[in-house]
Each structure stands twice: as structure tokens, then as C-alpha cells.
């Protein structure tokens, strides 16, 4: 449950950072996103 309801907020914050940012700093921001789930995979 508590797994989940923070992924949730943290995909809100995601989104909204996401939405504000400019280009340079959203491409920055996916990729940490993007090897955040990748070692989470691998755990």
C-alpha cells in the first residue's frame, strides 16, 4: 500500500516538475526517472 501511495505522489511531483521545466531540464529529469525504475527493476 505505502509503496504505492508514494510512487503516486512522487509521479505527481513528476508530472508537475515536468510541466514547469524547461526542455534542457525535462530531458534531465526523465532520464533520472528513467534509471530510478531501472534499479528498482533489478531489487
Known sequence: MDANRTLHAYDVEYYT?????????????????????TQNKEK
Do not use: G, M, Y
Not at 20 to 37: M, Y
Open 17 to 37: 516538475a515536468l510541466f514547469v521545466a524547461p526542455f534542457k531540464t525535462k530531458l534531465k529529469i526523465i532520464k533520472e526517472r528513467n534509471s530510478i525504475k
